[in-house]
Structures are given as structure tokens and as C-alpha cells.
């Protein structure tokens, strides 16, 4: 009966024991599956880590080497909402951004740079080699048709001829007088740049020194033909003027002013190296200028401070530009498509601006321009400083007015444009 006693308590005891390890097997089943799980996010959390710094790292080499973009598009993009009628913005496509090179898209932000440096700027790119209208067409293809109001098939034709111009009065002349107007001072230039040397924007200080030199040199024909000479601002230059000299020719409106001063050709890189590779020609009567290494390698222009014919103007630079142009060694930069190739594309085509100082005190009596602009827009005029673009009007309202037009339309348009301008505007005025 003992023996059977004990059996018994045995066999409870066993039955126990069983019973009491489940709950235990259950407990240590969860802890090896929570530990497991814990490894797992462990691991997950270090390999997440891990590929963040690897992330990290790529963009500081990226950064290192220039082609890290992230921050340029960041910019770009908050200009666009902040600022749209900024057009190298505006027409700045990512996704034709992403099917350039890495040297390309560092070249196509530096043409915009002027416009992400300078939200406000109206137009925002300059071109920085010739080149480049070609090389970058969908971006400055959208641009030039945003801007000149052209298709994207056009072609520009160079013509000097006025025979047949829409505008022209039927004496063929372009006398102010015949408007109204006294004499005034009248100035018509073209943009032109050498094929051999990067564009203003992307020269070194030894390709600015260089041009000019060669720009010097070559005007030993113009000197023998129009008198005068050559003015340069690079120290050390056999030609080079002090300060004084310069200011003389600034107020005199031969030389233009300090460029570092403006921050959209500085932040261009137009500015540069100042005053470097920069000068200007003038001939012995006054009245025939060559600006060098301004936002073109050359401005040639011919002005007269009391004229009454605009065609005077007109037919002397005609005369003068073929005289530069049969110069031995100087080829100018020209697209098939685009016409000649400034460095702005408000220039492209003719890089031609024909304008006048003329007075308009009634559409300027709060002492700025911006009445002016307003009346000049829809005459397809544009309205400056006496001194330029980003300049002050005269204190008695003269502003410096011209077509805006450049780009598809001939060089004898752009003058009859001009004459058609100043009518119109004279009427605006008389009636402010």
C-alpha cells in the first residue's frame, strides 16, 4: 500500500511538473522571438544608419567635386514661385537639365547665374561662350521666343537696306524735326565678339588682357583711316590713361562706367578682372567708338551729340562695321540660326540698339522713369538712365529710349522702329 502510495505521488508530482514547464516554454518562446526581433530592428537601424552616412559622404564628395545640384534646383525652383518673370527661370526645364553632362550642367548654371543670383533680374542669362546659343537651344530657344515674341523656327536674316521698310516716310529720311523734335543726341551701335575667345563672362583675366591686345593692335587700321586713338584702362598697357583721363571719358559718354558696380554683370562674371582687357577707340572727329571687353568683347557705334537724321547715324556705322569687319584676323562669332552672338540674348541676332536722349518731363515728374516704361512697352520701346541700363534719368526727365527689338528683325527695322517710337512717344507725352 506504500508502495503504491508513493507511485501515486510520483505520478502527481510528474503531472505537475509538465504542467508548470508549458507556461514556461510559452514565456521562453516569446523572449527568443522578441530578442530575435530586436536584433532585427538592431540591424535594420544600423544598416539605415550606415546608408545614411554613406549618403552623407557621397554628397560631400559630390560637393567637393562641384556636381552636387540639390541646393541650385532648391534655389531655382523657389524663384520661379517667388519671382516668375524671370526668364532664364522660368524656362529653366529640370528635366532637360538632367539629360546633360555634369560639365554641361555646370556651364548652364553658370549662364543663369546672373538670374538665381539676382531673383528680380528681368531676362536673367548671359551666354558665356559662342557656342552656346546652339549647344543649349531648348533653354535659350524658349527663352529668345519668350522674350522677342518669335517661333522657335525662325530664322534671323541680317539686312542694312531701308528700300521697302514698313515705317519709313516716303522721303526714305528719318528727321526728328519732322516730328516736332529739336536735334538730338542719337547713338546706334552693334554687339560683336571674336570666334577665338570665350564670351565676357567666362574669359580668365589673361583671355580679357589677350583680346585687347589683339583688339589694340588691330585698330592701327581704323587710326590710319579715322584718326583718333586708343584708350586703355589695363596698367602697364602702352595705351593705358589715369583716372582722371578715364572720368573724362566716361561724362563724355566715350568710356562706360565701372562695371564691378552692377551686380548682374558682376555676378555673370562679366565684371571680372576689372579694369582688365578694358579700353575703347575713338576717332579723331568723335563720332565713331569702339567700347572693348564691356558685355561684349566690342560695342561699335557711331553717335552724334546734335543730330537731326537718324540715317546719318545709321549709314556711318554701316560704313564703319565693314571697315572692322575687313580687318585681318578678327572673325566675329555668328550662328546660322541666331544671327551674331552677344553675350545677352536681349542683343542676339543684329546685337544692334539704336537710341536717342530725349526729353520727357511730363511722364517722369515723380523724378523716375517708370511711368516712361510703362507708356514705352506696348510702343515696343525700352526706356534707361542717360547713363545705360541700371543708371539715373536726367534731373529735367531725358531718358535714353530705344526699340527693344534685336532679334529676327533687320538692322534698317530696328532704326524705322526708332523714328516710329519717338513719334509715338512724343504724342504721349504732349498728352501727360
Not at 49 to 61: G, K, P
Request: net charge neutral; aromatic share 8%.
Amino acid at each position: 500500500m506504500a508502495k503504491g502510495v508513493i507511485r501515486r505521488a510520483q505520478s502527481t508530482a510528474a503531472g505537475a511538473s509538465r504542467s508548470a514547464a508549458v507556461p514556461v516554454l510559452v514565456a521562453g518562446s516569446a523572449a527568443l522571438a522578441g530578442a530575435v526581433l530586436y536584433q532585427e530592428a538592431k540591424c535594420e537601424g544600423t544598416v539605415m544608419s550606415y546608408l545614411d552616412s554613406i549618403s552623407s559622404r557621397l554628397a560631400n564628395v559630390e560637393a567637393a567635386l562641384g556636381i552636387n545640384f540639390t541646393a541650385d534646383l532648391e534655389k531655382i525652383a523657389a524663384i520661379k514661385v517667388s519671382h516668375p518673370n524671370n526668364l532664364a527661370v522660368k524656362h529653366f526645364d529640370v528635366n532637360y537639365f538632367n539629360t546633360l553632362s555634369v560639365d554641361q550642367k555646370k556651364r548652364l548654371l553658370q549662364i543663369v547665374k546672373s538670374g538665381t543670383s539676382n531673383a528680380d533680374s528681368g531676362m536673367g542669362c548671359y551666354a558665356m561662350n559662342p557656342a552656346d546659343y546652339d549647344e543649349f537651344e531648348p533653354f535659350f530657344s524658349a527663352v529668345l521666343c519668350d522674350y522677342h515674341k518669335v517661333p522657335a523656327s525662325q530664322k534671323h536674316v541680317t539686312d542694312w537696306s531701308l528700300d521697302g521698310v514698313k515705317g519709313l516716310p516716303a522721303s526714305g529720311i528719318l528727321d526728328v524735326r519732322e516730328l516736332g523734335l529739336p536735334p538730338l543726341s542719337m547713338r546706334v551701335r552693334v554687339g560683336r565678339n571674336l570666334a577665338d575667345f570665350p564670351l565676357p563672362g567666362a574669359m580668365t583675366k589673361e583671355d580679357r588682357v589677350s583680346m585687347e591686345s589683339k583688339l589694340s593692335a588691330a585698330f592701327d587700321k581704323l587710326k590710319a583711316k579715322y584718326g583718333g586713338r586708343y584708350y586703355s584702362l589695363t596698367p602697364g598697357s602702352p595705351d593705358f590713361i589715369n583716372d582722371d583721363e578715364y572720368k573724362a571719358l566716361v561724362k563724355a559718354r566715350f568710356m562706360f562706367k565701372d562695371m564691378a558696380a552692377d551686380t548682374y554683370l558682376a555676378d555673370a562674371g562679366i565684371a571680372s578682372d576689372w579694369p582688365y582687357g578694358r579700353g575703347c577707340y575713338v576717332s579723331g572727329d568723335e563720332g565713331f567708338i569702339i567700347w572693348v571687353g564691356e558685355e561684349d568683347h566690342m560695342r561699335i557705334m557711331c553717335m552724334n551729340k546734335n543730330g537731326a537724321i537718324i540715317n546719318d547715324t545709321f549709314n556711318r556705322l554701316k560704313e564703319s562695321l565693314d571697315t572692322v569687319e575687313s580687318i585681318p584676323g578678327l572673325t566675329f562669332a555668328h550662328s546660322a540660326k541666331y544671327g551674331y552672338v552677344t553675350s545677352c540674348p536681349t542683343n542676339l541676332g543684329t546685337g544692334m540698339r539704336a537710341s536717342v536722349l530725349m526729353k520727357i518731363p511730363n511722364l517722369c515728374k515723380d523724378g523716375t522713369e517708370a511711368k516712361a516704361k510703362v507708356v514705352c512697352k506696348p510702343l515696343g520701346l525700352g526706356v534707361r538712365g542717360m547713363g545705360g541700363e541700371h543708371t539715373a534719368i536726367g534731373a529735367d526727365g531725358t531718358c535714353d529710349i530705344s526699340p527693344t527689338a534685336r532679334f529676327c528683325i533687320s538692322e534698317a527695322e530696328i532704326v524705322t522702329a526708332l523714328y516710329t517710337g519717338v513719334k509715338n512717344l512724343k504724342s504721349a507725352e504732349d498728352k501727360a
